[in-house]
């Protein structure tokens, strides 16, 4: 059951740093009515969509990168455990 719940935690990894950038960067921004008026309102939301898909694809593809990461190292942790616990003194 742990393996299985490390490896669900490595999963749902990238996609809270995509879904917390994109958040993020949607609720730090202003609204486009009062930064450029009602005339230039539209273009502007269809703007901030652009850079929040952007900002939501980077924090995914850094959650992808830093699974990678942990998941090898996690890995390499537990191979060197097994070979250390081999009662023949050989490697796995």
């Keep these: 059951m742990r393996i299985v719940i490390r490896n669900f935690a490595l999963a749902v990894l ?3 740093l995509g879904l917390a950038a994109g958040w ?4 730090s921004q202003e609204s486009c009515g009062r930064m450029v008026g009602a005339l230039f309102a ?3 939301h269809g703007r901030m ?3 929040q898909v952007l900002f939501q694809t980077l924090g995914t593809a850094l959650g992808c990168v830093l699974t990678a990461v942990l ?3 996690l890995e390499h942790r ?3 455990a097994v070979q250390q616990t081999t009662p023949t003194g ?3």
């Design 90 to 92: 050989e490697p796995s």
């Design 49 to 51: 969509l652009e850079y």
């Design 78 to 80: 537990r191979r060197r």
């Design 24 to 27: 993020g960067f949607a609720y």
């Design 71 to 73: 998941g090898s190292w």
């Design 42 to 44: 539209s273009k502007c």
């Design 14 to 16: 990238p996609l809270m």
